[in-house]
C-alpha cells in the first residue's frame, strides 16, 4: 500500500465522482493528497474526513491566479508537487446563473457562450494546470512527476448532441501528447498521459437515471451500450491513475488509456448471433 509513499498530490473536481474516488486510492498508497473543487464547502468536507494526509485548497481552474496561489501553497507547504489529476470539467448541461434549463449543445443550435464556457473549464482548465503543473516540478530534480488529464471518450467519437464537451475532450487528448512530447524535449522526469472514461457511474448520471419505480430500467437500458453490459465504477478509473501516478509506469507518457467498457473497441454481439466461424 505504499505505491505513492512521500508523493504530493493536486486532484481537481475532487469533491465527488472520479475525483473523490482517486484521492482515496492515493491516499490509500502513501500519498500526500490536496483536493480541489468550486464547490469548497464539500472538498474541505471530504478532505477533513479523509484524515492528516489529506487536505483542500481553493482553485477556479479556469483562473490563471487561483493556479498560481494554490501551486504557491503547495510548494510552501510541501515543497514539491509530484502528481497533477486535471479532472475537473463540465458537460454544459448544469443549468447556470444566466439559464435555469440545459441549453442545447448541437452544432446547429448551441451558443458561442455556452460553447466557450465548457472549453474554458475543460481546457484551459487542462493546459492552465499543465502549464503551472510543469514549472512546479521542474524545480525539483528529484521528482519524477506524473500528469494525468481525464479525457473522455466522447473526445474520440462525435457527440451529436454534446459537440462543446466533444471538442473540449478531443483537444485535451491532443494537448496531453504536446505536453508529453515537451517535457521529454526539455529532459525533464515529467510524464503526461489521458485516461479516457466512458459510462462511468458518477453523480451526473443521475438526472438520467432518477430515484423513482424505473431506475433501475433505466441503468439497464444505458448500460446495455456498453459491450461489458455495465456501468465502470470510479473505484476502476482511480485504480489506473494510481498506476498512471506511479513510477511502475515510468516508461509511459502521451499515450490514451480507454477505460468504457469495451465502446471504444467495436459492437459485441450475444453469443447466439456469432457465427462459427
Known sequence: MDRLKDKVALITGAAQGI??????????????????????????????SLGDHASSIKLDVREPTDWQAAID???????????????????????TPEANSPEPHDPEHATLESWRRVHHTNLDGTFLGCKHAITAMRRNPSTIGSIINIASRSGVVGIPRAAAYASSKAAIRNHTKSVALYCAEERLQIRCNAIQPAAIFTPMWEPMLGDGPDREANIAKFASGTPLNRFGTVEE?????????????????GAEFN?????????????SQVSDM
Open 237 to 253: 478509473v482511480a485504480a489506473l491513475a494510481v498506476h498512471l501516478a506511479s513510477d511502475e509506469s515510468a516508461y509511459t507518457t
Open 19 to 48: 475525483g473523490h474516488a482517486t484521492a482515496h486510492a492515493f491516499l490509500n498508497e502513501g500519498a500526500t493528497v490536496i483536493l480541489s473543487d468550486l464547490n469548497e464547502t464539500k472538498c474541505k468536507a471530504e478532505a477533513d
Open 259 to 271: 477505460i468504457d467498457g469495451g465502446m471504444l473497441a467495436g459492437t459485441a454481439q450475444p453469443p
Open 73 to 95: 501553497h503547495i510548494l510552501k507547504t510541501h515543497s514539491r508537487l509530484d502528481i497533477l489529476v486535471n479532472n475537473a470539467g463540465i458537460t454544459g448541461f448544469d443549468p
